[in-house]
């Protein structure tokens, strides 16, 4: 005898309001009744066609599947993942209506035992089985990336044999780190076994496969540095796409995929820097934000990243014009800098772009935060730069205008002088026809015009 249990109810139309009765499915037996496990495998279950316009809709209702000859005998299914008061009401009167139906045949431990499964994974739990189901929550709830080892692992336990799937899974809900896990792996042999076999198999291939391309990419890469011939650089790069779309590049931990990322992107943008083909600039950049993605900020790469996206982001802003890109190099900057944590000599251009991006924000938006910022920045590249370096005399122009600019806001005497100071070393230091000089010209001139002005006042 089947022990589905479902009701007539009164549905009204949402799209024309026709009123008709259709019958609503609350338990359904699933070795009695496949005509209706077949419509839940299809997500039709308890689906309503309004028989004058068509429109067709779910109702919303909880579903027990009653399984008499599996492990756990019943599973609650619903919509969403909490329950509402109404729908826990409904579920007890209908739990009530099995336990009558089924008299002798009830055990109260069953309800201990039903687990709530989300509607959309029940086609999942009638053709895979309920491990399967319980993989698919584990997987979601797994921290940490899945790659590598987790995810390999996890392949290997979803294409299982239904019966020996369920026998490993059950035990799983008590296991809670890695180490246990591994614990609980050796009381399964079998499965233990396929896990180190396909673990290993995939190490030898990334070493036998992966390796070779991403040693090659790099060699051309470093070749294309000492030689500066762009044709290695564009081998480089075509070696670089080969790697991460290769088959295998899933299977790296997050922390090498950030790596590899990173280098192909610092190729991709030294080729921009050649070309200025805008769309090695794009790319750059998603392998960039792909590797920041997969990276923490335990990892060495993580700086590393940043520091390249930062820029390329700000290159793009010159380029598109687009706000969003402009805040964005500069939030990504400010990361750089905090990351690298005391500002030394190799990493001065992370100061000099952001004290850049913070001025340009300011030309462009007025906000005076920014301009105070990009001066603090300008300063601080000036104490770490030695007197001699090609970068002072740039410096000093950098942090002569943004001080003119804040003097023409503000009209500070103390502001006027600093400024006036900084340009007039950045006079004497700056090479003749370097590109700069004419900067540092214009803005000693307006310095020196609007001192004579101030004068004249407190003449008057
Ligand atoms: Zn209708």
């Known amino acids: 005898m089947s022990l589905s249990i479902s009701q007539l109810i009164e549905i009204t139309c949402s799209k024309c309001n026709t009123i008709f009765q259709s019958e609503v499915w609350f338990v359904v037996d699933i070795l009695e009744q496949p005509d209706l496990v077949d419509l839940i495998v299809h997500g039709d279950i308890n689906l309503f066609k309004c028989p004058k316009c068509n429109f067709q809709k779910n109702i919303e209702s909880p579903l027990i599947l009653y399984r008499p000859d599996s492990l756990p005998k019943l599973i609650l299914s619903v919509r969403g993942t909490q329950l509402s008061g109404d729908e826990q009401e409904l579920i007890e009167a209908i739990i009530d209506q099995l336990k009558n139906k089924m008299r002798d045949g009830w055990n109260d431990d069953w309800l201990g035992e039903m687990p709530v499964v989300e509607m959309n994974l029940l086609p999942m739990l009638l053709t895979k089985g309920f491990g399967a189901v319980q993989l698919e929550y584990m997987k979601r709830n797994f921290v940490g990336p899945m790659d590598g080892a987790p995810k390999l692992i996890f392949e290997i336990l979803e294409n299982l044999p239904t019966e020996e799937k369920e026998s490993f899974v059950a035990g799983l809900s008590k296991v809670n780190n890695s180490d246990e896990f591994l614990e609980y792996l050796n009381k399964f042999p079998k499965i233990n076994q396929v896990i180190d076999s396909e673990i290993e198999r995939s190490i030898l291939e990334i070493t036998h496969k992966l390796g070779p391309l991403a040693d090659k990419a790099a060699e051309l890469f470093r070749s294309y540095q000492g030689t500066k011939d762009t044709n290695a650089l564009s081998q480089a790069i075509s070696a670089w796409a080969d790697v991460v779309t290769h088959p295998l590049f899933g299977n790296l931990s997050s922390d090498e995929k950030a790596y590899m990322l990173n280098d192909a992107g610092v190729a991709l943008r030294s080729r921009f820097d050649e070309f200025n083909e805008v769309e090695d600039l794009y790319q750059s950049i998603k392998l960039f934000e792909n590797g920041v993605d997969l990276s923490t900020e335990e990892s060495t790469v993580f700086s590393a990243l940043f520091s390249n996206l930062g820029p390329a982001l700000f290159e793009r802003f010159k380029i598109g014009g687009k706000k969003d890109d402009l805040d964005r190099a ?5 990361k750089a800098v905090e990351l690298a944590g005391s500002i ?117």
């Open 330 to 334: 500069i939030t990504t900057l400010n």
């Open 344 to 460: 030394k000599l190799e990493n001065i251009s992370l100061l000099i772009n952001l004290g850049v991006c913070l001025s340009d924000r300011f030309d462009y938006f007025g906000q005076k935060d920014d301009l105070i910022a990009s001066i603090q920045n300008y300063k601080m590249a000036e104490k770490v730069l030695p007197m001699d370096h090609v970068y002072y005399p740039a410096i000093l122009c950098n942090l002569g205008s943004s001080l003119m600019r804040q003097v023409e806001t503000e009209k500070e005497p103390h502001v006027l002088n600093e400024a006036i100071s900084y340009l007039q070393r950045a006079d004497e230091l700056t090479p003749q026809g370097s590109s700069f000089l004419g900067e540092v010209l214009l803005n000693l001139g307006l310095g020196y015009s609007i001192r004579f002005e101030l004068l004249e006042l407190v003449k008057e």
